[in-house]
């Protein structure tokens, strides 16, 4: 399985950009990017999903490297509901919602 | 739709006991996953479910656990003889077969082996 790195913790103040790295330079040419984070005592959501172009929707934008080896998920605004872990994953094209979690990135939301 | 619904959400046991977790997935969906999530991990995949067919099962699943779709609606998971290893947070998701649909969770089950 193609594998994800992403830091373990971020930090961002309230109402600025925030910029999510993920690495994954084995990915292969018909995996899919996920992006989905976890709030505290509650399951993971989805937040932002792409192949190749950068994605755009209401909770968040997917920009996707050239080469497709890194992605970045940008959260706009940064509000404390937003404090959460957020995991970026790999799927196959033949199984697209087979997710496999790594640890995440920890976001910290300060006011 | 109330989305995925696990029950119960806490269960303390001794160890040694048997314990089942239940999941309803949302109705029309008919892919069904179990995770398990220790503190400060992502979650893992254990197995999962297309209808009721059970199609995979990751080597963390050990013989003392089973899972069950019967008539593909919802899902139960039994770990016999538990273990302190075992105390996890127990998570389902649900989806429908298709290209690039995305997985909803419930809230867990929290396990607490003494």
């Known amino acids: 399985d193609a594998k994800t790195t992403q830091p373990n913790s971020m930090e961002s103040n309230e109402e600025e950009p925030v910029h999510l790295p993920c690495n994954h330079s084995?990915?292969?040419?018909?995996?899919?990017i996920h992006w989905y984070r976890q709030l505290p005592s509650q399951g993971p959501e989805y937040v932002i999903h792409?192949?190749?172009s950068n994605v755009n929707n209401r909770m968040a934008s997917l920009a996707i490297a050239e080469d497709r080896k890194s992605s970045t998920l940008i959260l706009h605004r940064a509000t404390l509901r937003d404090a959460a872990v957020y995991y970026c994953?790999?799927?196959?094209?033949?199984?697209?919602?087979?997710?496999?979690f790594g640890a995440g990135t920890r976001l910290t939301v300060k006011p | 739709d109330t989305g995925v619904s696990q029950d119960p959400r806490h269960k303390i046991t001794k160890r040694g006991q048997n314990v089942t977790f239940r999941c309803d997935p949302i109705?029309?969906?008919?892919?069904l996953y179990w995770y398990r999530q220790t503190l400060g991990q992502g979650p893992e995949f254990l197995t999962y479910?297309?209808?009721?067919?059970?199609?995979?099962k990751s080597r963390l699943l050990s013989d003392r656990f089973s899972a069950e779709r019967p008539k593909g609606s919802f899902s139960t998971l039994e770990i016999q003889r538990t273990e302190q290893g075992d105390s996890a947070m127990y998570l389902c998701?649900?989806?429908?077969?298709?290209?690039?649909?995305?997985?909803?969770f419930g809230s867990g089950t929290q396990l607490s082996v003494l």
């Open positions: 998701a649900s989806s429908f077969l298709d290209s690039n649909e995305k997985l909803f």
């Open positions: 084995t990915i292969s040419g018909t995996d899919y």
């Open positions: 792409g192949l190749t």
């Open positions: 994953i790999l799927t196959p094209p033949s199984n697209n919602n087979d997710m496999r």
């Open positions: 109705s029309e969906h008919n892919r």
């Open positions: 479910f297309q209808n009721e067919a059970q199609l995979e």
